[in-house]
Each structure stands twice: as C-alpha cells, then as structure tokens.
C-alpha cells in the first residue's frame, strides 16, 4: 500500500461512528412499500452530500411498468431516478458507475422500523441495514473520504427507488448509463450486500414475471351448473403443468404464487389468476421457459383474446370456445454469467482486500439485482460490494457493524486502483 492508501483507509477508521450514525439515520427512513416521502427524503440527502463533491445531479422520470404484474396500482407512484456525475479534473483510467437502490421490502408502516444494535455491539438488526441501506452509507463515504485526501476520481452515481419491484421504472435509465459508461471504457459497481461469508458474487441467475388469466363462463352450482365453464379449472390444470416445468440442475426455476379466483362456493368462476417468477441461467433456457409458459395457450380452441397486446382482462371473442387462456411475461433481468471483463474486475477486487489484509472469496447466487442490468448492456460489473449480514428481507434483517469501516475502505481502494492503474496486467 502506497502512503496515501493509508490516509485513505485512516480517514475512514476515524468516520466509525459517523458511518453507524449514518446508518441508524437511513434505517429509520421507512423506504419500502413505495413509500414517497421517505424515498425523496433519502434521495435529496445523499445526492446533496454528492452534489458537494463538485457532482452535477440529473434527476430522470420513471417509466411505467405493465399493469399486469402483481401488486401492481393504477396510477400509483412512479419514482424517478437521480443520476449523479463527477468528472475527474484529469483523465481517469477507468470511469465507473456505482449503482444503489433506496427502496427495501419493508412495510413502512409495520413495527420493524430502527436499527437495533446486539448487546455485544457487534452486529444490528434493521429493516434494509444490508440491504441496502448499509451499502449506500459506505458508498457515499468513500466518495466523500477520496475527495478529502484528494484522490481525484470519474464516477457517476444512480439512485434508483424501485430494484425490490423489478427496476421496471428505472430500467431504462440503467441502461443508458451503463451504455454511457461502457463507451468510456467504466466498469460498474454495485452495492448489494455480500454473501453472509463476504464473499463476492461473480455470477446470478437471471429472473422474470408471468401471469396467467383464465376466462370461462359463470353459472349457478345449483341450477346450471353444466353450462358454466370454470376459469379456476382451467387455470388449476395449467399449474400442474407448470409444477412440472423446473429442472433445478439446469437452472430453470418456475414458481407460482398469489392466485386469485372465483367470487362465491356456489357460483361457477368465471375467471381466475396466478402469478409467478422464473430464474435462469442462459438466455437458451430462458427463451425455453417462455415458449413452454406461451404454450399454455395453445388449447384456446377457436377463440382469440380481444386485447391480446394490452393489460386488461381477458375477454372471448363471439364465437370463440371457453376456456381462454392467456399467459403473459416479462423477463426483464437477463442472466449475469462471468464474463472475462467482470473476472478481471473481481480478481482487481480481491487484490486490493488482500493488499488490506480482508479476504474476498467469490461466490454464484440465484438472486438478481441491478447489476444484471448493467452487465447486460456489455459493461463489466461487480454488484456485492456493500457490508455483511444477513437475513435480507426479513425481520431479522441483520448487519455485521465491522463491515461498515471494511468495506468502506475496500470500496474507496477499488475506486482509487481504477482511477489511477486501470485494470492492467489482471
């Protein structure tokens, strides 16, 4: 390490409590559930502190997201997306986009709210601690300490509000960033938690969201029972199609869950729903998945649907044989397998902990996040560089309070080798 590697991870050592502060001030902002005024709040405090450091803020409005997914309000909130861009005052070697969402999957309003520490003060307990409130806390730090010893660095930081739903708003600002900072010759880094061990996931799973509709025809159980058609039957005999759809040792994973249907014991439903989210490994297994699911229609007979190409319900055409069946898909976060660039990136990243004496093991995980996104559009990326814990998206949502000075320092060394040596000779 280089003299002033030592300053920067001192004037780290010397935020501790500051960072755990920053942390308990982010965790009892209650951002799940869409909850606006928290997500604004949380987004206004750190570009703010970014904007400080000489960054220009762009902030870009959210697109909409199909209907048809679950959870789904018409009309509902749609957060926009905060780009943050500091260019070097001298040519960078390499640029990098550090991406960080705000949102956790934490109601707002239920009792998990602060940040707990343990009785030994080793670890706390908190709604989004690790994910990913903990890896934004760091983020901004590092920026904030590389500036302070006067490492001069090309970064560009997005905030989205929406990666627990599927990044559907944001999808699309990703996108252009990562094509942006690819041209440069960047690389990206994100701030999801590492694996409980530290480790650093080198490879995901892609996922998407189907939803199959089922129209029939409702009558009285009692009285006219033979000329209904049950869309929950319907519906019934395609999940146990689909339940014989994964093959866990190719990495095709299918699963179901909510389903809706029917209104009352005694009439005949006429119409039923189920929602449901794949994972893969390949876009081959992913193009499989979704022609097997699309194949779940082809026992619509003679009928067509009327508004095939829209999110509303499903209707028979006159004429047209019940029941209808229509399936529709989204598979919007592509599998993230280890590239050559992201394998360079990631031994980058375990050189610079071990020149700090960490260990940064690598890891695979069949979770998906942002970071498929960006390496989807061709730009290198690393995506578990937040703290350690565990329990994500639970109430036992856990933070190693360590972790928050270490990977601190590792994010600010990784951000200073790229500036400065690139990723020559790895």
């Known amino acids: 390490m280089q003299d002033n590697d030592f300053k920067l991870c001192a004037t780290i050592a010397a935020k501790a409590r500051v960072l755990l502060e920053d942390l308990r001030l982010h965790v009892g902002m209650p951002t799940g559930g869409g909850n606006k005024g928290a997500l604004n709040e949380t987004r206004d405090r750190l570009t703010e502190r970014l904007r400080r450091l000489g960054a220009t803020v762009e902030t870009i409005p959210g697109e909409p997201k199909p209907t048809w997914l679950h959870g789904v309000v018409p009309g509902g909130h749609v957060p926009a997306v905060a780009v943050v861009r500091r260019p070097p005052r001298k040519p960078s070697k390499v640029p990098v986009l550090i991406s960080g969402h705000l949102d956790t999957v934490h109601d707002p309003s239920g009792p998990f709210k602060a940040l707990t520490m343990a009785a030994d003060g080793k670890t706390a307990t908190g709604p989004g601690c690790v994910d990913m409130k903990g890896g934004l806390v760091i983020a901004?730090?590092?920026?904030?300490?590389?500036?302070?010893?006067?490492?001069?660095?090309?970064?560009?930081?997005?905030?989205?509000?929406?990666?627990?739903?599927?990044?559907?708003?944001?999808?699309?600002?990703?996108?252009?960033?990562?094509?942006?900072?690819?041209?440069?010759?960047?690389?990206?880094?994100?701030?999801?938690?590492?694996?409980?061990?530290?480790?650093?996931?080198?490879?995901?799973?892609?996922?998407?969201?189907?939803?199959?509709?089922?129209?029939g025809k409702s009558a009285h159980v009692g009285r006219d029972f033979e000329t209904g058609v049950s869309a929950v039957t319907a519906l019934a005999e395609r999940l146990v199609t689909i339940a014989k759809m994964p093959d866990v040792k190719r990495g095709m994973i299918v699963n179901v869950?909510?389903?809706?249907?029917?209104?009352?014991?005694?009439?005949?439903?006429?119409?039923?729903?189920?929602?449901?989210n794949v994972r893969f490994p390949t876009k081959a297994v992913a193009d499989e998945l979704e022609a097997k699911?699309?194949?779940?229609?082809?026992?619509?007979?003679?009928?067509?649907?009327?508004?095939r190409a829209g999110d509303g319900p499903v209707h028979a055409e006159k004429g047209g044989e019940l029941p209808i069946v229509r399936v529709q898909t989204s598979f919007n976060r592509p599998a993230k397998p280890l590239t050559p660039g992201t394998q360079k990136l990631a031994e980058l990243a375990k050189s610079v902990a071990e020149g700090m004496g960490q260990k940064l093991p690598f890891g695979k995980t069949g979770g998906v996040c942002d970071g498929n996104i960006l390496q989807d559009e061709g730009l290198p990326t690393i995506d578990t560089l937040g703290v350690r814990g565990g329990g994500l998206h639970t109430p036992q949502e856990w933070i190693e309070i360590a972790s928050l000075v270490e990977r601190c320092q590792l994010f600010a060394m990784l951000v200073k080798r790229l500036a400065e040596g690139g990723l020559e000779g790895r």
């Open 140 to 215: 901004v730090a590092a920026l904030e300490a590389l500036s302070e010893v006067g490492v001069d660095c090309d970064w560009t930081v997005i905030f989205n509000s929406d990666e627990e739903t599927g990044s559907y708003h944001s999808e699309k600002a990703l996108r252009a960033e990562a094509k942006r900072c690819l041209g440069r010759g960047g690389v990206g880094l994100v701030l999801e938690p590492a694996l409980p061990d530290g480790s650093l996931v080198i490879e995901r799973l892609g996922s998407g969201q189907f939803a199959i509709e089922t129209q």
């Open 293 to 307: 699911l699309k194949g779940l229609e082809a026992n619509n007979a003679v009928g067509a649907l009327d508004n």
């Open 257 to 276: 869950g909510p389903v809706e249907g029917g209104v009352a014991t005694n009439t005949v439903p006429d119409r039923a729903r189920a929602w449901g």
